[in-house]
């Protein structure tokens, strides 16, 4: 049975959930059930972020169905009870929703959608030994804000995360920047939270691969989740004569800031900004000053990689998602399917699922095959982390089905990963 909060309402169970040979790496359905698996989903459904979460009730309509009659591991047959928390965008509330999950529900495993929902729940699960998998923010957002160290040879106790690195973002941001506007001053500026300190961080950051780059980085700092003026930081840039933006916004920020931009007649040759425009609705709001804008790719349809618990494509995921909403596909669609790859994966190769150490060593010994790629733990250089690739792309206008298009430009960090088409200057010149 599936609990619901937040706001959400129980839909009807999605039939026909395509299971291929695939499928045979994750727990079989079955009908009879001795025990009952409690996992716990904290995620950003509503609110601020709730963008990141759009395509989220229905991957969690999609694996209610799948586990409706349960799963078999290990010969042993189990219910499954899913608790489904949204947590509003909030970080108090994710708090609150990490203290529901882990003392009153005590859930075997939880999976935390975003970046507020595993900072929240990240040392009180590590402390009451309760098996958390995490995704969709920056490793180092994840990892360095709690202590983590790089060189231990354990990790954290019970608290996992899987994601690219700031590394593989800037890299690609930082070349397609340079591929526009070579030897350049870029103006950045950077959200607070786990994710923009990430990309901030002066060693490991977007500071050191600009300069690496041969660019010069003009930084505006930090500003906070609820700004919507950035004048001064505008004003800091045109002073300057910035030909390059850069840096970490939600595209509830990069709206006003792009507008009062063009107010103030800043005119740059390149923006390649983290996680601004992943959304094709925050990109359309632009109007056609959209086209060339350049950002990380996380996940799209051109992906080679299949999801073991459907079999399908990357391709036929974000079609079938097209099919059922009517809507473009979105990023976080591969990745909020492939927790679930990790989690079921996990509990599958788990001795007990019941038992926090075992689901913790098998999260610890997992390689697993999802729909965004290998998710790999057991052999990651950074314990308690898998490091995921990304590849970066332009928003263009060219006359499909959609306004814009994201179109991949740059495979530098994941050459497996093909280029749609070349880099343009902003304009789509």
Avoid at 205 to 211: C, M, S, T
Avoid at 371 to 396: C, D, H, M, Y
Wanted: a negative charge.
């Amino acid at each position: 049975m599936t609990k619901l909060q937040g706001g959400l309402s129980r839909r009807r169970f999605i039939q026909g959930t395509a299971v291929g040979a695939a499928a045979l790496a994750a727990p079989s359905i079955v009908r009879a059930q001795d025990a009952t698996i409690k996992i716990g989903y904290i995620g950003s459904l509503s609110g601020i972020r709730g963008i990141f979460g759009e395509t989220e009730q229905w991957t969690i309509d999609q694996m209610t169905a799948r586990l409706a009659q349960g799963l078999t591991v290990g010969g042993k047959t189990y219910g499954v009870e899913l608790v489904i928390r949204d947590n509003q965008s909030d970080l108090n509330r994710s708090g609150s929703i990490a203290t529901e999950l882990v003392m009153r529900e005590r859930c075997n495993l939880v999976l935390a959608q975003d970046g507020d929902g595993a900072a929240a729940i990240g040392e009180l699960a590590d402390t009451r030994k309760v098996p958390t998998i995490s995704t969709m923010v920056p490793w180092e957002g994840w990892f360095f804000p709690r202590g983590g160290n790089p060189a231990s040879e354990t990790g954290f106790p019970y608290s996992f995360h899987f994601f690219a690195g700031a590394s593989e973002i800037q890299a690609n941001l930082v070349e397609m920047m340079a591929r526009v506007a070579p030897g350049s001053k870029v103006g950045t500026l950077y959200m607070d939270n786990p994710a923009g300190q990430g990309l901030a961080h002066p060693e490991f950051g977007l500071p050191a691969a600009i300069k690496q780059a041969g660019l010069t980085e003009i930084s505006a700092g930090f500003f906070q989740q609820q700004t919507n003026d950035f004048s001064s930081q505008i004003a800091q840039f045109t002073a300057e004569g910035v030909e390059a933006l850069s840096g970490f916004m939600y595209p509830n920020h990069f709206i006003p800031f792009w507008n009062q931009a063009a107010q103030a007649g800043l005119k740059p040759k390149a923006c390649a900004m983290g996680a601004a425009f992943l959304f094709a609705s925050g990109v359309e709001a632009l109007g056609d000053s959209a086209d060339g804008l350049a950002t990380e790719v996380w996940w799209s349809p051109s992906f080679p990689f299949k999801s073991s618990l459907t079999g399908q494509s990357a391709a036929e995921l974000a079609a079938q998602w097209e099919t059922e909403t009517s809507k473009q596909w979105t990023q976080p669609l591969g990745y909020g399917h492939a927790l679930w790859e990790v989690g079921l994966g996990a509990i599958a190769q788990a001795e007990d699922p019941l038992d926090p150490d075992s689901l913790r060593a098998a999260i610890a010994g997992l390689k697993q095959d999802t729909v965004v790629g290998p998710v790999n733990f057991a052999e990651s250089p950074v314990k308690s982390v898998a490091i995921t690739g990304l590849v970066g792309g332009q928003w263009r206008k060219l006359g499909g089905k959609y306004p814009y298009e994201l179109k991949i430009v740059s495979n530098t960090t994941m050459p497996s990963i093909p280029v749609d088409m070349d880099i343009v200057p902003l304009g789509g010149a």
